[in-house]
């Protein structure tokens, strides 16, 4: 009888491994993510900031710009203070006014757009950039890997923070930085700094990948190297890219954050979470909730980014999977 019932429960291992095996790589991928209870909490976080985002305009109570009721100098606590000793709470301000009587909910909102689309516009150029540049020089080699490799190993000597502040402050007063507020050169700025490691990343990938028999085949049916760069280097290569992006996220979100606090980052009145904390510290010795209210926001998302970027390298790690 025990031979019999560890007979069945080796086949039933069996045929579990089996059904594994007949997953794709993006969908086993996917079943290990949903696991990650971390990355989901992360996920449920980033969509309901961007949510939030999206429908600023619709959400928001008050106009994030306004002086409220028309009354100047009103600064409001937020309402939960109240039970513990708050006197200047008012329960149409939720959590309270700034020291321009304006509505912190509201502007945390609108906020919210700013690091939303900094973490995904920057990012996208950066991928266009990094990867275009990796394939190529993985890819080709010789005197071409030589020079792209020879400017980005320029570019990644400068501390990527103090390059941010250096083109931003040298381009803040021309066309290029009043296009949305400075919100354009803030883009750049990112792309121009942060290319550098994803070219690395991909390039190293190639170069591991081009002298496979799959690639050899390719090129021995006469497959040109653009195709052969996009469709089959370039899907081997994107896990470890993904995992990278996903990295790079609240890494911009952090500098824009970073340069706002500064008073270089987007122009007044938009409302940023940074600049909303470089405010907040006129009246902290007051009330700590200006300032900390957007750095907790600030936090939430970096932390959710975090998860997620934790929970993408686990799952698309061929080493975990069971």
């Known amino acids: ?91 149409a301000f939720l959590l309270g006014t700034d020291e321009l009587s304006r509505d912190i909910l509201s502007r945390l909102m609108y906020g919210a757009r700013v690091s939303m689309i900094v973490g995904v516009v920057p990012v996208s150029v ?52 009043n296009l949305m507020d400075g919100l354009v050169l803030i883009f750049v ?15 190293g990938q190639v170069m591991s990948l081009k002298h496979r028999e799959f690639i050899e085949a390719a090129r021995c049916i006469g497959v040109p190297p653009t195709r052969i760069m996009l469709k089959h280097l370039f899907p081997n290569v994107l896990a470890p890219v993904i995992v990278s992006l996903a990295f790079a996220i609240p890494g911009a979100m952090l500098t824009e954050a970073t340069l706002s606090f500064l008073g270089i980052g987007v122009r007044p009145p938009t409302s940023t979470w940074g600049f909303e904390i470089n405010e907040g510290f006129v009246v902290f010795s007051t009330t700590p909730w200006p300032v900390l209210l957007p750095a907790l926001c600030i936090s939430a998302i970096l932390l959710s980014c975090t998860f997620v970027g934790n929970g993408l390298r686990d799952a698309l790690d061929p080493r975990s999977k069971i």
């Open 126 to 177: 950066i991928f266009v950039i990094g990867a275009s540049i990796g394939m190529v020089s993985g890819y080709l080699g010789g005197w071409v890997d030589n020079l792209l490799m020879r400017v980005t190993d320029v570019v990644y000597a400068f501390p990527d923070l103090l390059f941010v502040i250096i083109i931003v402050a040298t381009l803040r007063n021309t066309d290029l930085g």
């Open 1 to 91: 009888m025990a031979t019999a019932v560890t007979t069945q429960q080796r086949r039933a291992a069996e045929l579990t491994v089996i059904a594994r095996q007949q997953r794709s790589l993006w969908r086993d991928a996917l079943h290990r993510l949903l696991r990650n209870r971390a990355a989901i909490v992360g996920m449920v976080v980033i969509a309901f900031f961007a949510f939030v985002a999206i429908f600023a305009s619709v959400l928001a109570p008050y106009d994030p710009n306004g002086l409220n009721g028309g009354v100047k100098n009103q600064l409001l606590e937020p309402i939960w203070t109240k039970p513990f000793g708050g006197q200047y709470t008012n329960p």
């Open 189 to 203: 700025a990112l792309a121009v700094v942060n290319w550098v490691g994803l070219a690395r990343l991909i390039r």
